[in-house]
């Protein structure tokens, strides 16, 4: 009897009882068919024969509490009642054709001999082991990546805008330079565990199923430390403090993070080592600004620099410039100062841009005051008509 066949097979039927048939009325069935299809009873009637068959085939499952218990399980997780027998002794589940001997890997009338008997455990210790089956030796823990690692850099406005190289000073976790990793004390080596062999897992079984986890006296390496490491007590690694150079690239923004390959945590038994990211903190600056490749910058004017326009002469990141202010120029206007700005990666430059700020002085001088209402007499008013017009609607 194999476990094909508990899939493919109805027992409850062949002995017309429910599912939920009691241990006495299962016996009862089986010994009124019994009866009946007994050979000594029927010479000569092959089909008595088979029934026969089939009766004792059910009753040696579900008469035994274990095997009852795990052919309900069984069925229960392949769709019990799913199959209907079919030209290829197969099944259907849903109308759609499928043979359960396909399954395990065996045509009509064949099938691998992985699947007999055990087969079922078979099938799920390869499953949940990761392969190699109940027979077949378990795969152990491989290389493990080491995890990555973050810190933060505060960088000063100027250097993120041209770039800049860095010493970083980091303590993190790293490999033990007197056992070079492998955690055993200097003429030692680690030793096979004892529990799992070297394997890494262990298997236990649970009725027809088998099921694998990581050694827990290993903690799934597959080898133990009898003599540990005196400098990292058997675990490969310590904390260390090392520097890097980090380069930052020019254009460098506030927020970014930079990924420096293989610079993190070291990886487990040979595996690679993780990444290490730059979360970069900008500090502001007290004049410029920053939006995308463009520098901000706000300058103050008079008002009669407005009216009447003038030269400014503004600072850069790498010197000064020379701005023309237009004569009746208003407050808030930006002027552009071209290829002032960042510097992308293909060479090309932002752009300063400087915004006007008109200064309205809280106090002027008496002379200032009468040259100022002299001014104001001899130039035509603001055009409010507009607003005006609204104005009187409610007088």
């Given at each position: 009897m194999s476990s094909k066949d508990w899939i493919e097979k109805d027992y409850y039927a062949a002995l017309g009882v429910d599912k939920s048939a009691s241990s006495d009325e299962i016996k009862k069935a089986y010994r009124k068919l019994a009866r009946e299809s007994h050979p000594d009873h029927n010479p000569g009637d092959t089909g008595a024969e088979e029934r026969f068959k089939t009766v004792s085939e059910a009753y040696a499952v579900l008469g035994d509490e274990k095997k009852r218990r795990e052919y309900d399980e069984m069925r229960s997780l392949f769709g019990s009642g799913a199959f209907r027998r079919n030209a290829r002794g197969g099944g259907q589940p849903g109308g759609m054709p499928f043979d359960v001997s396909d399954l395990f890997g065996g045509g009509a009338g064949g099938g691998d001999s992985r699947f007999s008997g055990g087969g079922f455990t078979d099938l799920f210790s390869s499953i949940f082991?990761?392969?190699?089956?109940a027979g077949g030796p378990a795969r152990p823990r491989g290389p493990a990546r080491g995890r990555d690692v973050e810190t933060e850099v505060a960088l000063d406005f100027t250097d993120a805008v041209r770039g800049v190289t860095l010493p970083l000073t980091l303590r993190a976790p790293g490999v033990c330079d007197t056992c070079h990793g492998n955690g055993a004390k200097p003429g030692t080596q680690p030793v096979a565990c004892p529990v799992c062999h070297g394997a890494g897992v262990t298997t236990r079984n649970q009725g027809s199923f088998s099921f694998s986890e990581p050694c827990r006296n290993c903690q799934g390496v597959g080898t133990i430390v009898e003599e540990k490491c005196p400098e990292c007590h058997g675990t490969g690694g310590v904390t260390k403090t090392r520097t890097l150079n980090v380069r930052f690239p020019a254009g460098v923004a506030d927020g970014q993070r930079i990924r420096l390959a293989g610079r993190g945590e070291p990886g487990e038994r040979g595996g690679p080592a993780g990444d290490l990211f730059v979360q970069v903190k900008v500090r502001p600056d007290e004049l410029f600004g920053r939006t995308g490749d463009d520098l901000t910058l706000t300058v103050p004017i008079t008002y009669a620099e407005a009216v009447l326009g003038t030269d400014l002469r503004v600072p850069t990141l790498d010197g000064t410039v020379t701005l023309r202010v237009p004569p009746g120029t208003p407050g808030g206007r930006v002027l552009r100062a071209r290829g002032k700005g960042v510097v992308r990666k293909d060479g090309r430059a932002g752009d300063?841009?400087?915004?006007?700020d008109v200064v309205v002085p809280a106090k002027v001088s008496d002379e200032a005051r009468a040259a100022l209402e002299t001014?104001?007499?001899?130039?035509?008013?603001?055009?409010?008509?507009?607003?005006?017009?609204?104005?009187?609607?409610f007088s």
């Open positions: 082991s990761g392969g190699g089956g300063l841009l400087v915004t006007l001014f104001a007499a001899q130039t035509p008013p603001a055009a409010r008509e507009h607003l005006d017009a609204r104005v009187r609607r």
